[in-house]
C-alpha cells in the first residue's frame, strides 16, 4: 500500500461490541483479600466496535456499526448514548441483557478489565439481511468475539462474503484485531480467520504471544506470512512498527508524545484511524502516522474515543 489509492466512498461494517465502561480508579490494583479505595466510578460508552467506529466518525469515512443491543440497564445507557452519536442501533436482542466492562485503572495509567460479554458479543446472520454488500468495501472484526458461541458462525459468514465478493470482481478487504485474548481463540478457527488474508492490526505483546517470537521485525514478518497482508503492530511509546505485502518489508513508525490520562480505548482508535486514511488513499506509512496522533489525543483523555 506504498503508493496512493483512489478513494473509496464505499461502508466499512464495523463488527463486534458496543457496551458500557465503568471506569474505576484505583491507586494500585488489589491483592487477594485486600481492600482499595476509590473516588467514583464513570460510566463510558465504549467496546471495540464502538471506538473504531466513533474513530471512522471522526474520520468522515462512511461505516454500519454492527452491535446488537439486548436489555437491562446497560443497554437502557448504550441506546442513548448511540442516539447522542447519531450511530443507529443495529439489532434488537429482546430475549438477552447487556453485559459490561469494568476497568479499573491505577495511578500508572495502567489498565485491568473484567468483562462480562453477554448480547452485545453475539452474532447472527439475519441481522445482516438489510446490509447491500455491493456499498461494502471493508470488515472490521475483533477477537474478543472470537471466543463466543456464535463465533464460528460469523467467520463462516464472512468467508462466504469474501467468494462472493471475488465472484463478482469487487474489492472487500478484512481488518482483524486479535485482541488480548488471542490465545482464548480455538486453532481451527485461527486458520479460517488467516483465510481472510485480514490487515492484521494489535499491540507488541499479542504478536508476540501469537507467533511465541520476541522481537518486533520477526514477529511482524511471520504474522505476514501467516495472512499474506499487511501487518500494523503498535508498539507503545515508541509508535508504531508496519509489515507492508506489497514492499515484503518492515519499518518503524514514529510515536507522538502524550499526557496520557487513560489508554483504554486508544488501540481501537488507531485502527479506526488505519482503516479511514487507507481507504482515503494514504500509504500504510502515513495511515500508521496520523493514527499514532490521533491515538495519542484519545489517551489525553478519560473516554475511549474523541
Not at 456499526?65 to 440497564?73: A, E, F, H, M, R
Not at 442513548?80 to 495511578?107: D, H, M, T, Y
Not at 474478543?144 to 469487487?170: C, N, Y
Not at 512498527?241 to 490520562?261: D, H, L, N, S, T
Request: charged share 25%.
Amino acid at each position: 500500500m506504498k503508493t496512493a489509492a483512489k478513494k473509496s466512498a464505499k461502508k466499512t461494517l464495523v463488527i463486534g461490541s458496543t457496551c458500557v465502561d465503568v471506569i474505576i480508579r484505583v491507586p494500585k490494583f488489589p491483592a487477594p483479600g485486600q481492600d482499595v479505595n476509590t473516588d467514583g466510578s464513570k460510566w463510558s460508552l465504549g467496546g471495540t466496535a464502538f471506538n473504531v467506529a466513533k474513530a471512522l466518525q471522526k474520520a468522515k469515512s462512511p461505516f454500519v456499526l454492527c452491535s446488537p443491543v439486548g436489555t437491562g440497564i446497560y443497554a437502557e445507557f448504550v441506546e442513548r448514548e448511540l442516539k447522542r452519536n447519531k450511530i443507529p442501533v443495529f439489532a434488537k436482542i429482546k430475549s438477552q441483557e447487556n453485559g459490561a466492562c469494568w476497568c479499573l485503572v491505577n495511578a500508572k495509567n495502567e489498565h485491568a478489565f473484567i468483562c462480562a460479554h453477554k448480547a452485545e458479543y453475539l452474532f447472527d446472520k439475519k441481522f445482516y439481511k438489510k446490509i447491500n454488500f455491493k456499498q461494502v468495501d471493508s470488515v472490521y472484526f475483533c477477537g474478543l468475539e472470537m471466543e463466543e458461541k456464535t463465533s464460528e458462525a460469523q467467520i463462516d459468514f464472512l468467508l462466504e462474503q469474501k467468494a462472493l465478493a471475488a465472484q463478482e470482481g469487487r474489492p472487500l478487504n478484512f481488518f482483524f484485531d486479535p485482541s488480548a485474548r488471542i490465545s482464548f481463540i480455538k486453532k481451527s478457527l485461527l486458520k479460517k480467520i488467516w483465510r481472510l488474508k485480514p490487515i492484521l492490526h494489535l499491540n507488541q505483546k499479542e504478536a508476540f504471544s501469537i507467533t511465541g517470537l520476541n522481537t518486533i521485525p520477526s514477529a511482524a514478518a511471520a504474522l505476514f506470512r501467516l495472512t499474506k497482508n499487511d501487518v500494523i503492530m503498535t508498539t507503545g511509546k515508541s509508535g508504531s512498527y508496519i509489515f507492508e505485502a506489497a514492499e515484503q518489508r518492515g519499518q518503524k513508525v514514529p510515536g507522538v508524545a502524550a499526557k496520557v490520562v487513560n489508554t483504554i480505548g486508544c488501540g481501537d482508535a488507531h485502527l479506526g484511524v488505519c482503516v479511514a486514511r487507507v481507504k482515503a488513499g494514504d500509504s500504510l506509512f502515513d495511515a500508521v502516522m496520523k493514527a499514532n496522533k490521533f491515538a495519542a489525543r484519545v489517551a489525553e483523555t478519560e473516554k475511549a474515543s474523541l
